[in-house]
């Protein structure tokens, strides 16, 4: 199936992305857990929607009084209030990590699903860059996906800054896309093979491989498991 635009009606409201996202997540989820040999790896979908944690929190505000009520069997007190308060950016999240069951469930590799929150404000930028960095760092492979429409940053390629990498590497900007990466030790020289691919709206999902620390490249057939995700809508 065509990549669809999920951030715009008329696809928006059959298929909004908290929804296909969460969705997807699961497909690729059990696609790597019948791929993968069941001895030694499991894959784990993790979803946290951070867009709505005011809205958690505040059904949980409790009045001025609430430290005098007999509510909490007199085992509340009084904290004093804090020296200060800073913005604090909570991004979603929607990702698929495979861990090795023979290494204490060691992370061997991460298929981070980019989120609009990922991409509206600097800081949240720096923060899934950083993340996936360090993934890097720990010689875990990482596939990024990138599908959102309403937001125009590409984290691809100011990852690739961050890692100081050629021009080449970089992608058109504003543009969806998938792109894997594997730090592979050689000697003692550290390098990452990368597959970006542009995917614009209208275009199919390319297989990319996702590289296990310490094992093979494992292609990932993005566009079956999109197709089974957009099903599950209707679409």
Sequence with gaps: MPLLDHFR????IRAPWASL?????????????KVLPGDRYLALAKVYLGSEAEADISEFEMPGDWASSNDFGGLATLAAPPVVTIDAAIPDEFEVEVKDTREG???VAVIEFISPSNKDREESRRQLVSKTKTYLDLGVGVILIDVV??????????????????????????????????PLRVGDKWTIDMWPY????????????????????IPIDLEATY????ADHRL
């Design 9 to 12: 009606p008329p696809v928006e």
């Design 105 to 107: 469930m060691a992370l």
């Design 21 to 33: 996202g969460t969705i997807w997540v699961s497909k690729v989820m059990a696609h790597l857990n």
């Design 198 to 217: 542009s995917v614009p709206v209208g275009s199919k999902l390319p297989p990319v491989p996702l590289a296990l620390k310490g094992g093979p490249l």
């Design 149 to 182: 429409t309403n937001r125009s940053a590409n984290l691809h390629n100011e990852l690739v800054s961050v890692l100081k990498g050629k021009s080449a590497a970089r992608l058109g900007a504003g543009s969806t896309y998938v792109a894997g990466y594997r």
């Design 227 to 230: 197709t089974e995700a957009c």
